[in-house]
């Protein structure tokens, strides 16, 4: 089965400070993209980061960053300096490129952001 | 206009009314998706479409009618729907359906009366 369980439903932290969200997932396939997405109150799934499956290297963009364990099956996102603005939603996906480009999603960890 | 945009942005309709959510990207992709995210679950698949050929019906009712006229546009037509299919509806394109990264627009919050 082809699932992402995001085991944190809410975290805080204070400004800048980084925080952690953890994702892991579960697939047999060898060909898979995993991403994060913030959603604001607002209700905007806003893009952050993409790692695939056979990228040796994390995935970095600006404060950022996937910590992929491939043998653990993780994804975790780091958020450098965070900021107020972080507060938010925040969800892992999963893709395959033979599957349509379905992608499955977690059930979002909810950040707070405390000044 | 830029990325991904959806309107109206809410909408408030009975159970027998008809009403159609629009989205269009202005991103060049050749990919476009509907999912619903209703309180407290994960986003659910609806359709997909590549090319404007519709590839995925994640088993949606027929209450909910996709339509994709060219690449830019993607048409969700509602009719007839119950209560619980008020929910957040997201739009959102890529450049194919192969896993690229999908992009999403602002999402039109639907609920019926």
């Known amino acids: 089965a082809q699932k992402i369980t995001q085991t944190q439903p809410g975290m805080f932290v204070q400004e800048k400070e980084a925080v952690t969200l953890d994702c892991t997932y579960d697939?047999?396939?060898?060909?898979?993209?995993l991403f994060w997405y913030k959603q604001p109150s607002s209700g905007e799934m806003i893009f952050l980061i993409y790692?695939?499956?056979?990228?040796?290297q994390n995935a970095t963009e600006g404060r950022y960053s996937l910590n992929f364990q491939k043998a653990r099956k993780s994804a975790n996102l780091v958020i450098s300096a965070s900021q107020l603005g972080d507060s938010a939603m925040y969800f892992c996906?999963?893709?395959?490129?033979?599957?349509?480009?379905?992608?499955?999603f977690g059930q979002g960890t909810e950040l707070s952001v405390k000044p | 206009e830029t990325g991904v945009t959806q309107t109206p942005r809410h909408l408030v309709m009975g159970m027998t009314n008809k009403k159609s959510l629009k989205c269009e990207q202005h991103l060049g992709h050749n990919a476009m998706y509907w999912y619903k995210q209703s309180a407290k679950k994960p986003l659910e698949l609806m359709f997909v479409y590549n090319f404007k050929e519709q590839t995925e019906n994640n088993s949606v009712p027929s209450r909910f009618s996709p339509e994709c006229p060219n690449s830019s546009h993607l048409f969700l037509h509602l009719h007839t729907l119950q209560p619980e299919d008020s929910a957040l509806y997201l739009c959102?394109?890529?450049?194919?359906?192969?896993?690229?990264?999908?992009?999403f627009g602002p999402g039109t919050r639907l609920t019926v009366l």
């Open positions: 790692q695939g499956s056979y990228d040796e």
């Open positions: 996906a999963m893709s395959f490129y033979n599957q349509g480009g379905k992608l499955i």
């Open positions: 959102a394109s890529s450049q194919e359906s192969r896993g690229d990264t999908q992009y």
């Open positions: 697939t047999s396939d060898q060909s898979y993209g």
